[in-house]
């Protein structure tokens, strides 16, 4: 059996500030609007709240461009904001789980101005400089926000590296100077008191950019298991802490090597496989195919049965992707049904489940008209690349409506009121208008809303440790509809089972022929689901999870 860690029993709820709860009518959420909203997690169950960046930043990438560390973005409010917000956390049992941008800076952060200003500045190895090969860039390594990732600077006359936007550039870790700098940053938020990190990309912070290797570099683990000993070693602190990275391309020897514990390096990792299924190989996100169920069945399954060493996270939305109900659900008829089926298939299994602001409501993507009301700096370059390209709007807007990072950055919908209650004037990126209908206020005034669904999952995974450190045992797993497994623990049994789409089916459970077993329905997402002996009848997007004891004769 997995160590007893409380981040393998928690729930984590992520913010994206931004699109939070503005408490000051700038139409910016800031770290206020969080502290205001402290009782509803405590309300709701989480156990600790991962932040977006709200580091002081000239929000390219909103925030994920980070130009002071040890400070907060104005629009955000203050350190005494910060520092507020860890206290009155703590006050509550809640902790604060920090996102941390180690892989590149913003172009503004002082290391880059100083870096920039000429070739022996002791700044300059902070980051990756080339000279140009043939008048050119040094080779054809792209940024993941279209492009080239180099960037020419005429100061010097040589390009520096950007994967991500132009000012975004990369940290060149090979530097000793930039890891010790750089874990004085997490000493410095540790000694905050906040109590875990969300490591963005950090697999690529072993990069080899002469060789075009970005992702899981030679050294990346070197790299972490130094962080590891210079401050993520918490148990050896005495601070338990916990890590997550964000690694896009770990498969399960990878996940492994960051996630055992004795490899003294990450709690756990976000890797992407399941909420990829509908690209294409080979091709941009933009170019989507639809889901295949089987093929989702098989990489969560495989996750489940073969990342045993390590642990897993369990997710479907983040500020990058759209929203699961929209994604792979029905936002429509059935979005009530399928976003309860999506939290009960995610909360069964093993792993630490996270929560995306909003998901808990069942909130779906945006469709705007115009690529004017679009934010997010990648669906801009990628709409701007396209149309000179001579891609139609119309295919560029449909592929936007399916995956563009925006889907999951409206405001975070409160009240049926005035911008659903997220700001009292103008929101940076528009309101989703079925705010009148989708908002936490009808969804806490209504039992059987999606919201109250997730509260019960929450308080289930306390009550029962099956959910957390029990055996994960897939059934059906031919069926193109159907995602069901059990999970097992000691004595403990307990069955999870979804209908995945909008059509009524029949399945027989050999559990269920009320022999030796009594069968008792934990959580449904109907109100009145029934069984029969021997068969169970799910209706479109039904999902359930039963207890299920053995008879001792
Ligand atoms: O994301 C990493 C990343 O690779 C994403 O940009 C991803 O490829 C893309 O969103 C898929 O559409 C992290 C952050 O989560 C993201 O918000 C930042 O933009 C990015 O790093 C750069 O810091």
Redesign the pocket.
């Known amino acids: 059996m997995s160590e007893r860690r409380w981040w393998k029993e928690a729930v984590i709820y992520q913010i994206y500030p931004r699109s939070f709860n503005d408490s000051d009518g700038d139409g910016i959420g800031d770290i206020k609007g969080v502290t205001e909203k402290l009782d509803y997690f405590k309300w709701l169950g989480v156990d600790a709240l991962w932040l977006s960046p709200v580091y002081k930043s000239p929000n390219d990438?909103n925030g994920?461009d980070i130009s002071d560390y040890y400070d907060i973005m104005d629009e955000f409010g203050t350190m005494e904001d910060m520092d507020n917000l860890i206290a009155e956390a703590k006050k509550r049992g809640i902790k604060i789980i920090m996102d941390m941008?180690f892989n590149?800076t913003s172009d503004e952060h002082p290391w880059f101005i100083e870096s920039r200003k000429s070739k022996n500045n002791k700044y300059r190895d902070y980051y990756v400089w080339r000279d140009p090969v043939d008048g050119k860039e040094p080779n054809d390594m792209g940024s993941?926000f279209s492009g080239s990732a180099w960037q020419f600077d005429e100061k010097t006359g040589q390009y520096y590296l950007h994967v991500?936007s132009k000012k975004?550039p990369d940290l060149n870790w090979e530097n000793e100077k930039v890891r010790k700098d750089i874990a004085k940053i997490v000493e410095f938020w540790l000694d905050k008191g906040v109590e875990g990190f969300r490591l963005?990309?950090i697999e690529n912070i072993g990069k080899i950019p002469d060789d075009m290797i970005v992702a899981n570099g030679p050294k990346l683990h070197d790299y972490i298991h130094e962080l590891y000993e210079k401050g993520f070693d918490s148990l050896g602190t005495g601070k338990d802490i916990v890590t997550i990275g964000?690694c896009?391309s770990a498969n399960i020897d990878i996940a492994t090597q960051y996630t055992a514990p004795e490899n003294e390096e990450l709690s756990m990792v976000f890797q992407f496989e399941h909420v990829s299924l509908d690209e294409q190989k080979g091709k941009a996100?933009w170019d989507t195919k639809p889901l295949d169920l089987l093929e989702l069945k098989n990489v969560l399954f495989k996750w489940q049965l073969e990342h045993t060493k390590g642990w897993n996270t369990l997710f479907w939305d983040n500020?990058?992707l759209p929203r699961i109900v929209s994604h792979y659900g029905n936002d429509t008829t059935y979005r009530v049904e399928s976003a309860k089926m999506f939290a009960t298939l995610l909360h069964g299994m093993k792993g630490t489940p996270f929560i995306y602001q909003g998901e808990e409501i069942g909130m779906t993507n945006i469709k705007f008209d115009d690529i004017s009301d679009y934010r997010d700096i990648?669906t801009l370059n990628m709409y701007k690349e396209r149309m000179e390209q001579g891609y139609e709007v119309e295919d560029i807007m449909k592929s936007i409506y399916i995956k563009s990072?925006d889907n999951g950055r409206t405001p975070m919908q409160w009240t049926s009121g005035k911008n659903g209650g997220f700001t009292t004037s103008n929101p940076w990126l528009g309101v989703n208008p079925n705010y009148r209908d989708i908002n936490v206020e009808s969804e806490l005034a209504d039992e059987n809303s999606v919201l109250h669904h997730y509260k019960k999952l929450i308080s289930l995974r306390k009550e029962e440790k099956a959910f957390v450190y029990g055996d994960f045992r897939p059934i059906l797993v031919d069926d193109k509809e159907i995602v069901a497994y059990y999970r097992v623990y000691g004595k403990d049994k307990f069955l999870v089972i979804c209908n995945f789409y909008g059509r009524d089916r029949i399945i027989e459970i050999a559990d269920f022929d009320g022999t030796n077993v009594n069968v008792t329905e934990i959580i449904s997402n109907y109100c009145d689901s029934s069984t029969e002996l021997g068969k169970l009848k799910l209706r479109p997007y039904e999902s359930a999870i039963y207890k299920i004891d053995s008879i001792v004769q």
């Open positions: 990438d994920y941008v590149h993941v991500f975004q963005d990309v964000e896009w996100k500020h990058d990648e990072r």
